[in-house]
């Protein structure tokens, strides 16, 4: 089908210069259970991630999914009041310059000390949580006691969950307090949907919901693409994906953002390996001619 067209926007490449507190992504932090901070390079700075799903329960089974597994989860549900308390010391942390001494953070110290985004995360599925409007509450009391006003609320989803009724209640208040959605989409058929995300989740679903929340706000989409048996992504599966990204334009949706990154971490397949930043560039290009949209591509230091 044909795609909507606005404006050239320039890709945007984000090179792989990294410090070592951008390649270290690890979800937690001393004892904390849901808490743990990260210097990222899609956020562009230091990123305060709770951990949603911490039983590590997830609706995809990505090829290239980093969670480990083998590993057993330290908690299996989330206990608010220890969550907000764990929130309160990391912000704590942050603001008194005591994260900044620690490392990895002492490498990038004009990051470490400014909370850029907290970001609702996770093991697995963060949309799954019974209690995420709750949770959104929780940040915005944190970040109105503690002078954060000016932090975004991100959530980082695959999208099966945005059609729950808390999910959306929870959205609506994001909606209020620099809220952002950052969404996955790593393809653009069923087929290859199915065989890079592995899950029962209908791709169909998956579109319906990016949608439908791109027309209530502006979101960023994530899409990682790969090597799959020593082979990139064919041709036809981006021309695929462009069309669903123009899908989602023409029925009055919003994207602000799309962020083509690769593999970086040791996957979970040992079949699936990371794209060149050559790659990655042709990619984003082809995005930006088909639709026009604003794109960033995080090639062999991907956070």
């Known amino acids: 089908m044909a795609v909507l067209l606005s404006a050239v ?30 210097i990222s390079r899609r956020s562009h700075g230091l990123s305060i ?25 330290r908690v299996s549900m989330l206990v608010l009041a220890t969550l907000e ?18 490392y990895p953070f002492n490498t990038a110290l004009d990051l470490a000390t400014r909370v850029n985004d907290i970001a609702l995360s996770g093991d697995g599925e963060p949309t799954a949580a019974r209690q995420f409007q709750e949770v959104v509450r929780i940040v915005q009391r944190v970040k109105r006691e503690t002078g954060l006003q000016d932090a975004k609320v991100v959530l980082i989803t695959n999208g099966t969950g945005l059609d729950r009724a808390g999910v959306q209640a929870g959205l609506k208040l994001m909606d209020e307090d620099r809220g952002e959605v950052w969404a996955k989409l790593d393809a653009g058929s069923e087929q290859y949907f199915k065989q890079v995300n592995r899950t029962a989740v209908a791709f169909s679903r998956i579109l319906k919901n990016l949608a439908t929340v791109a027309r209530g706000r502006p ?57 060149t930043d050559g790659e990655l560039d042709s990619i984003a290009a082809r995005v930006r001619q088909r639709t026009g949209l604003a794109v960033e591509t995080f090639g062999g230091g991907k956070a």
């Open 85 to 102: 308390r764990e929130l309160r010391q990391m912000v704590d942390l942050v603001q008194s310059g005591t994260l900044a001494s620690e």
């Open 219 to 275: 979101i960023t989409l994530q899409s990682l693409f790969m090597r799959l048996h020593g082979e990139p992504p064919p041709d036809v599966e981006i021309e695929a994906y462009c069309d669903r990204l123009g899908e989602i334009l023409q029925s009055g949706g919003k994207i602000k953002l799309v962020q083509v990154y690769t593999v970086v971490r040791k996957p979970l397949e040992p079949w699936v390996a990371p794209l």
């Open 9 to 38: 926007v320039e890709v945007k490449t984000i090179k792989p210069n990294l410090t070592i507190a951008h390649r270290s992504h690890p979800r937690t932090y001393r004892d904390f259970f849901y808490v743990y901070p990260v």
């Open 49 to 73: 991630g709770i951990n949603l799903t911490p039983n590590k329960v997830c609706s995809f089974g990505c090829a290239y999914c980093q969670v480990d597994r083998a590993t057993p989860p």
